[in-house]
């Protein structure tokens, strides 16, 4: 590695760090500005009692002192806080159990995504304005159109309410099966086309033209030449997906009872459980950063022609 490139990736990392401050320090002060609190819901609370609880968990502080607690606890110890609506438990011990599933989730998601659709992309682009071509573009194109709440729906109607062959809940055997397809169709059908539209591109380009006129086989050309350079713009998207997808949809998770990270989320915000709110934000900002610097240092890998500067 060349001082460079060490230089670049130093520097991603600062402007990585900078950018989930932003979110944390964002997310802080306006999950706290939301009228209502972590205890307005309880039933049948005293005033005494609200105020012995905020006091227990340093609500009642002034919130500049709140949020530098927090900053320090997280630096200096990675801690994210207890929950407090899950009494007794703490926010990370909640995330982790969350991240298992949807990790599983979003991690298969995306392997399928990303292979269906360079295959799907390739082979659109060698068979340009063919039947098959027109036959995936009007595939994708609804995959892309059509929000996944609304697939998630359909396939639970379709599947487990009328045909019965898969289960609806995401704890069940074969839980997955639907949320998985439900969360890959979209994501599959950007990378499709994203392959398909740079597999045109390379394929016009000079040295594909002399590689064929050198008698080069066509598997050769195609796999060692033109999907090798056109799957740059693919690595772009993936990185960013990847991470939004690991840490679950949100919807999607709710409609299949899929006892994941995003499902955690939702929940805290309608509790307001300001530490487990601030705790789901971070990890989702983290794994973006993190992917987005992946995916920029794949570059390189992919293509040496191109520098980090």
Not at 116 to 136: P, T, Y
Not at 200 to 223: C, E, M, N, W
Not at 240 to 259: C, D, H, K, N, R
């Amino acid at each position: 590695m060349n001082t460079k490139t060490l230089l670049y990736i130093l520097k991603r990392i600062g402007l990585a760090i900078l950018t989930v401050w932003i979110v944390v320090t964002v997310t802080f002060f306006v999950a706290h500005a939301v009228p209502g609190g972590p205890f307005a819901s309880e039933k049948a609370i005293t005033p005494a009692a609200k105020a012995a609880l905020e006091a227990k968990y340093g609500l009642d502080k002034p919130l500049p002192e709140q949020y530098i607690t927090y900053l320090k606890d997280i630096v200096t110890e990675f801690d994210f806080g207890p929950s407090l609506k899950n009494r007794g438990r703490d926010v990370i011990e909640i995330i982790a159990d969350g991240m298992r599933t949807s990790a599983k989730l979003g991690l298969t998601a995306a392997g399928i995504a990303l292979v269906v659709g360079v295959v799907l992309g390739a082979v659109a682009a060698l068979r340009r304005n063919k039947l098959i071509d027109r036959v995936v573009m009007v595939f994708t194109t609804a995959c892309i159109s059509m929000p996944s709440f609304i697939m998630g729906t359909l396939f639970l109607i379709l599947f487990a309410i009328t045909l019965r062959i898969l289960p609806a809940n995401g704890n069940a055997a074969g839980g997955l099966i639907l949320p998985v397809i439900t969360l890959s169709l979209s994501p599959m059908a950007n990378i499709t086309r994203l392959t398909r539209s740079s597999m045109l591109d390379v394929l016009g380009q000079d040295y594909i033209r002399t590689a064929k006129a050198k008698g080069v086989s066509a598997p050769k050309v195609i796999f060692g030449h033109a999907l090798k350079n056109a799957l740059i713009p693919v690595i772009t998207y993936f990185g960013p997906m990847l991470a939004y997808i690991v840490t679950g949809s949100l919807v999607v998770e709710q409609i299949f009872a899929v006892p994941g990270i995003g499902r955690a989320f939702v929940s805290s915000i309608t509790d307001r459980d300001y530490p487990m709110i601030m705790g789901t934000t971070i990890v989702l900002a983290s794994l973006i950063v993190i992917m987005n610097l992946v995916s920029d240092i794949l570059y390189k890998v992919v293509d040496p022609r191109i520098t980090l500067e």
